[in-house]
């Protein structure tokens, strides 16, 4: 498994080794022995989340204030555009982001630590989006970022009016919003 940090920001890009043939292809799509030697200190993922979404749907920027979460994110079919905002004010890279392309075909993930807020678009006709956590939901600590808040300036590979949330309509920009 090939790692590529993105930036400074501590998210990674992780690139799997694709073992494919007539019969179709195989990969490791997570070991903790490997994943533990690539990222960082041992980490323990404690849920698996997995949605669909349509062309156009834009999901974010959530994460938890009180019970920061972790995530391993992966597409199981189609191409998102995955967005994080690292929210640690002790960190030189507060209130930036980064994005990476992930799709089926490239098998590839992103891990994104615990202390960023998280988002993606989708690009294709559909995704299946996977990930870990490594804290649990808790419904009370969720908050949410304004997804095109100036101040951050993401720039999302638009080609429609995203379809969002009221949720996410109603997000918080950086100035308002809790940071760790």
Known sequence: ??????????????QPTVFSDDRGYFFESYN???FNELVGPDIHFVQ????????????????????????????????IFDVAV????????FGQWVGARLSSTE????????????GFLVLSSHAVV??????YWS??????????????GIEWPLTM??????????ASPLSQTETY
Do not use: C
Request: charged share 25%; glycine share 6%; no cysteine.
């Open 139 to 152: 419904p009370k600590d969720e908050r949410y970022l304004l997804w095109n808040d100036p101040a951050i």
């Open 32 to 34: 903790a022995q490997t």
């Open 161 to 170: 009016e995203p379809l969002l949330s009221a949720k996410d309509q109603n």
């Open 48 to 79: 698996d989340n997995q949605s669909r979404s349509t062309q156009g749907v834009l999901r974010g920027l959530h994460y938890q204030v009180n019970n920061p979460q972790g995530k391993l994110v992966r597409v199981l079919e189609g191409e």
């Open 1 to 14: 498994m090939k790692a590529t940090p993105l930036d400074e920001s501590d998210v990674i890009v992780l």
């Open 86 to 93: 690292d929210l640690r004010k002790s960190k030189p890279t």
């Open 130 to 135: 996977a990930y870990k956590t490594t804290d």
């Open 107 to 118: 098998q590839n993930q992103i891990w994104i630590p615990e202390g960023f807020a998280h």
